[in-house]
């Protein structure tokens, strides 16, 4: 079981969108519509923002979006904001109620 | 509103076993409809999930970690507990501990984290 691949960073100037990818493989993200994202500030618990590859839960704003295509993850966020410098992590069901997590994405608002 | 809340040893000694609790507040252990799991993350790095329990007990543990870790639930103290054992350096992570829901099939609610530094 091994880590999702994220980039290390991703960075856009305020206003702009930017997209952080999650690659797995044919075992967790390929083979269930079942990705998280979660938005982490330093020192903090993590935040679900995405689930089920493109769902958001209640209260995040729809500036956050996901999708999926084979094994590749994708969060987009929309109309960067300051607020959103932050890690993000992606994760997976894995089968066999096994999760994993990607490597994380520090996402810097320049 | 649910609260989770780690406590434990900050400090463990190499090849002793690493103990942690999770206390639930604002909702019972016992519901269907979640997991409870343990998930870590050693310094400057990504997160590892290392297991999840169910209120009656069953348990699923990451596979890397499966024979070092035990997982237990007390249903009585709305607790549950994370055992790793034999420890080394490389396990010196902040260890959180999470409401997993079975609807959304994603880590919900999460304690703050509590430092644990393997060392002698």
């Known amino acids: 079981q091994s880590a999702l691949t994220q980039p290390a960073s991703v960075s856009g100037s305020p206003g702009q969108s930017i997209t952080i990818s999650c690659t797995g493989t044919?075992?967790?993200?390929?083979?269930?519509?079942?990705v998280s994202w979660y938005q982490q500030h330093p020192g903090k618990a993590p935040k679900l923002m995405i689930y089920e590859v493109s769902k958001r839960p209640s209260g995040v704003s729809n500036r956050f979006s996901g999708s999926k295509s084979g094994n590749t993850a994708s969060l987009t966020i929309s109309g960067l904001q300051a607020e959103d410098e932050a890690d993000y992590y992606c994760?997976?069901?894995?089968?066999?109620?096994?999760?994993?997590f990607g490597t994380g994405t520090k996402v810097t608002v320049l | 509103q649910m609260q989770l809340q780690e406590s434990g040893p900050g400090l463990v000694k190499p090849s002793e076993t690493l103990s942690l609790t999770c206390t639930v507040s604002?909702?019972?252990?016992?519901?269907?409809?979640?997991?409870w799991g343990w998930i870590r993350q050693p310094p400057g790095k990504g997160m590892e999930w290392i297991g999840s329990?169910?209120?009656?007990?069953?348990?699923y543990c990451n596979p890397s970690l499966k024979s070092r870790v035990t997982i237990s639930v007390d249903t009585s103290k709305n607790q549950f507990s994370l055992n790793l054992s034999f420890v080394t350096a490389a396990d010196t992570a902040v260890f959180y501990c999470?409401?997993?829901?079975?609807?959304?099939?994603?880590?919900?609610?999460w304690g703050q984290g509590t430092l644990v530094t393997v060392s002698s």
């Open positions: 999470a409401r997993f829901s079975t609807a959304m099939v994603v880590f919900d609610y």
């Open positions: 044919s075992s967790d993200v390929g083979n269930y519509n079942l």
């Open positions: 604002g909702g019972s252990i016992s519901s269907s409809s979640y997991y």
């Open positions: 994760c997976s069901y894995a089968g066999s109620s096994t999760y994993v």
């Open positions: 329990i169910y209120y009656s007990g069953g348990t």
